[in-house]
């Protein structure tokens, strides 16, 4: 992952994403046509392959925002099509109709949301700090006072500016740099999307621990749909039995088991 999934877009300024090698599927009929989710025919899922959401071993998909669309789109009665690009790409591509939504850990913004029509939450935004396996860094009481790498650009600056009272922001132009502010001292901690974290702690030159994750209830991630998209209400719908039912707690531990649970699903009963 060489950016942020955090947007404000899901990093994420909405649509100043993240990049991935992905490809562009062959060109598919409109949303709106008789093979649409809407007359029981396919759902066009588009997405891009990063691991944890969506990724393959051995030639078999796995994901949890794979799971959540194949099971979304099977309680539609529609077969899932799953159509892989960069992230860049996936609005663009529901715009011209190419897919009928996206499902790749897209945060909900108010500005995004002038544009499109989101699901109702399916996750929330977990965000953590990576910090050296030695620090004293264990809980978000001790980030005060502390110098924090943040990559330059995305949401994070700003979340840590609004959440935070005492907290000196160090920007960095990628993940790679926020952690050479680490090793160099520059910075005690890297504030990033705890989902994506394992890559970076895997490469990088000091042995790097997550000292804290939690949930950032207020950046629900939901599927993204053309504005009117009347499949919304029946998604919605599928998403909260699925969730009253303990599906949706069964994905989540697949993929997020030490994850706390976000309070914007303990009020839906699971």
């Known amino acids: 992952m060489s950016q942020t999934k955090f947007v404000v877009a899901g990093a994420l300024a909405l649509l100043g994403a993240i990049v991935f090698s992905g490809r562009l599927s062959d060109p598919v009929p409109p949303a709106t046509d008789e093979a649409s989710a809407a007359a029981g025919g396919t759902l066009r899922i588009g997405v891009d392959s ?73 996750f929330v935004t ?10 004293t860094i264990k ?38 740099s926020a952690v050479k502010a680490i090793e160099s001292g520059e910075a005690d901690a890297f504030f990033y999307d705890a989902p994506y974290t394992a890559p970076i702690i895997n490469r990088a030159p000091i042995a790097l621990k997550e000292a804290i994750v939690y949930p950032a209830d207020d950046a629900p991630i939901g599927f993204v749909m053309q504005k009117g998209d009347e499949r919304k209400e029946q998604i919605d719908g599928i998403l909260e039995q699925m969730i009253l039912d303990g599906q949706w707690l069964k994905i989540k531990k697949e993929y997020f088991k030490e994850y706390p649970l976000s309070e914007v699903f303990k009020d839906k009963g699971a």
């Open 50 to 122: 990063a691991e944890p959401a969506y990724y393959k071993i051995d030639g078999v998909t796995k994901g949890f925002d794979y799971q959540m669309a194949r099971s979304v789109a099977e309680g539609m009665g529609a077969e899932p099509e799953f159509v892989e690009m960069e992230f860049n790409e996936l609005f663009p591509a529901l715009e011209a109709g190419k897919i009928d939504m996206i499902g790749a850990q897209v945060t909900k913004t108010d500005e995004a949301e002038r544009t499109y029509d989101f699901s109702a939450p399916y």
């Open 126 to 135: 977990y965000v953590s700090f990576l910090a050296p396996q030695n620090s």
């Open 139 to 176: 809980s978000r009481d001790d980030i005060d006072g502390k110098n924090i790498a943040v990559v330059e650009g995305t949401i994070h600056e700003r979340y840590l500016d609004e959440q935070y009272e005492d907290v000196n922001v160090i920007k960095a132009k990628d993940e790679d």
